[in-house]
T-cell receptor
Framework: GNSVTQMEGPVTLSEEAFLTINCTYTATGYPSLFWYVQYPGEGLQLLLKATKADDKGSNKGFEATYRKETTSFHLEKGSVQVSDSAVYFCALSGRGGGADGLTFGKGTHLIIQP | SAVISQKPSRDICQRGTSLTIQCQVDSQVTMMFWYRQQPGQSLTLIATANQGSEATYESGFVIDKFPISRPNLTFSTLTVSNMSPEDSSIYLC???????????FGQGTRLTVV
């Protein structure tokens, strides 16, 4: 079955540091890949996505590239801010055309210190 | 994007009782998804609710414990039956955009069973 593995936290960084959160997956075929973010006290929000190999998703300064050869979708940001402190989830869906649910990683708690 | 409203937002329930969670979407959707997020854990798909047919449950979840209704294209309910403390979790309703494949989530129902 499908599975997602992401680095576990908490990850603590200083403001303006470079961020990488690793995510690898196991799936048959060509899944769609997502990063979701959960800010303190808020619901789950889509951060970015990629639906085919070599696609790069980007939003709010975050980027992730769909690497089929390494089955990875690592999240990166060049300069983090205190406001980026949140829990980040990597997720995938199969090729169900939106008719299937998502498989999530365990989440990475990111703490940015001023 | 879809706007999803869940009720109640939180509840504290006695063991052995049942709680029904409501999910309302601001547009018509074919599939609605129910997830569970146990304390400190990731999201796990419980079932997929398709209007006009029985819900499809994931491994480890059964209809007797988590009955689902889907009376129309904008509404669904999830019941957590005969609750025990192990059912204490956040329960989330979700829909997916069939075009861009993104998933959208309600704010969740935080359930505590005592």
């Amino acid at each position: 079955g499908n599975s997602v593995t992401q680095m576990e936290g908490p990850v603590t960084l200083s403001e303006e540091a470079f961020l990488t959160i690793n995510c690898t997956y196991t799936a048959t075929g060509y899944p769609s890949l997502f990063w979701y973010v959960q800010y303190p006290g808020e619901g789950l929000q889509l951060l970015l996505k990629a639906t085919k190999a070599d696609d790069k998703g980007s939003n709010k300064g975050f980027e992730a590239t769909y690497r089929k050869e390494t089955t990875s979708f690592h999240l990166e940001k060049g300069s983090v801010q205190v406001s980026d402190s949140a829990v980040y989830f990597c997720a995938l869906s199969g090729r169900g055309g939106g008719a299937d649910g998502l498989t999530f990683g365990k989440g990475t708690h990111l703490i940015i210190q001023p | 994007s879809a706007v999803i409203s869940q009720k109640p937002s939180r509840d504290i329930c006695q063991r052995g009782t049942s709680l029904t969670i409501q999910c309302q979407v601001d547009s018509q959707v074919t599939m609605m998804f129910w997830y569970r997020q146990q304390p400190g854990q990731s999201l796990t798909l419980i079932a997929t609710a398709n209007q006009g047919s029985e819900a499809t449950y994931e491994s480890g979840f059964v209809i007797d414990k988590f009955p689902i209704s889907r009376p129309n294209l904008t509404f669904s309910t999830l019941t957590v039956s005969n609750m025990s403390p192990e059912d204490s979790s956040i329960y989330l309703c979700s829909v997916r955009d069939r075009v861009n494949l993104s998933a959208f989530f309600g704010q969740g129902t935080r359930l505590t069973v005592v």
